[in-house]
Each structure stands twice: as C-alpha cells, then as structure tokens.
C-alpha cells in the first residue's frame, strides 16, 4: 500500500536554529580573503558574512558593528593593533554590546599567519620608514612557501597555510596566555577564537 502525504511530513528538527553571525573586517584584503576561505573550509551552516564597513579605524568598524546587530544575532570585529590611534575607544565601546566581539591582532593580521611556522613573542617594532606590521610581513616573507607573499595577492594564504592551520591554533592561545600574563599584547593574536567559532558553526548544533 502506497504512503500518504502526510507520512512524508518531516517531524522536529533535532537541531537548534543556528545563529547570524557578520564578520566585518578592517581590510578588504589579507584579513578579508583569508576569513572567507575558511568559512568555506569549514562548511558553516549559518549566514556568516564577511564584509568590508568602509571604515578602517577600529571606533568606526565597531560602531558598524553595533549598528548591524539590529540583522545579526553576533558581530565580530576583526582588527589591528598596529598604530590606529581609536583603538583603546574601540575596545570600550565594544564592551557595552554583549553581541560584538573584538578579534585583535598585535600588531597586524599576518602575525597569525607568522604563528603557522612555531611559537614567537618577540615584540615587533617600527623602524626607520617601516611599521611594527611591515616586519612581520618581512618575518613572515622569511618562512618556508612564503617568500612571495603579498596582501591581497592571487594566491589563496588559508589553502597555503592549511597544512599548518592546527599547529597555529595550538600555539597562539599559548602566545596570548602569555601575553595577558605578562601585560604586553605584542604580539598576539585572537584569530583562533574566530576560527573555532567558524567550526563550531560548522556543525549541526544538537538541541
């Protein structure tokens, strides 16, 4: 005997609704194009978008990001330490909304890509005509497969340092550790909170 309509019907989701989450961040490339690489990797199941504000001061991106949180259930912000002078502003104000989380870098972005390569608390510095973020581009270009790198460049930097990816997420919690224990964020990085996150969203979240 055929099945009715009805027994085709499906019943409850086992899983809780998956959150909105936005990801704005401070450029439109390093940060940007390696953010949306590996939402793909991780197949998030949730409508993480990864979005340029038009405002490259860290006061402006988090107050985009409290403006977004009206279409958003959590906004994160990632940005730099480097020398924007609104940084500490930023940090206060993302205090004072509970959905916006500050992903910072010290100096810059590309220390967690630095961290794929071993464990470093050496402080980086500006010198002569370059910033604190300029040599860790430089510390960086000086890693195996690296030489060539570029922001913003063709190559995909999240399926070159994939291989390295687990090693990284291992070793910058342990730099930040010791960065919040001694009271000097340079360098460190809060990377590897988002990239957790992006796994967590990733898998069907059981109710």
């Not at 899983?15 to 401070?26: D, G, K, M, N, W």
């Not at 953010?35 to 860290?58: M, Q, S, W």
């Not at 990632?78 to 500050?102: C, G, N, Q, W, Y």
């Not at 730099?175 to 967590?200: K, M, W, Y």
Request: with cysteine; aromatic share 10%.
């Amino acid at each position: 005997m055929g099945r009715s309509v009805n027994s085709f019907a499906r019943g409850p989701s086992r899983y809780r609704p998956q959150p909105t989450v936005l990801v704005l961040c401070e450029d439109s490339k390093s940060s940007k194009n390696y953010l949306e690489d590996a939402k793909l990797h991780f197949r998030c199941h949730v409508d993480v978008k990864i979005a340029h504000c038009g405002n490259t001061d860290p006061i402006g991106i988090v107050r985009e990001a409290i403006h977004q949180l009206k279409s958003f259930d959590l906004v994160f912000c990632v940005i730099d330490r480097d020398t924007h002078e609104s940084f500490d502003e930023a940090i206060a104000l993302a205090k004072t909304a509970p959905k916006v989380t500050i992903i910072s870098s010290y100096p810059c972005f590309e220390f967690w890509y630095f961290l794929h390569f071993g464990y470093n608390r050496k402080p980086f510095a500006a010198a002569g005509n370059k910033s604190a973020g300029d040599h860790v581009v430089i510390a960086l270009q000086a890693c195996e497969g690296m030489s060539k790198y570029a922001k913003g460049g063709e190559k995909s930097v999240f399926g070159m340092l994939l291989p390295r990816l687990d090693n990284a997420r291992q070793v910058a919690p342990r730099v930040l550790d010791h960065a919040l224990r001694e009271g000097n964020l340079n360098p460190s990085t809060q990377v590897h909170i988002l990239i957790d996150c992006f796994e967590q969203l990733g898998a069907p979240q059981p109710k």
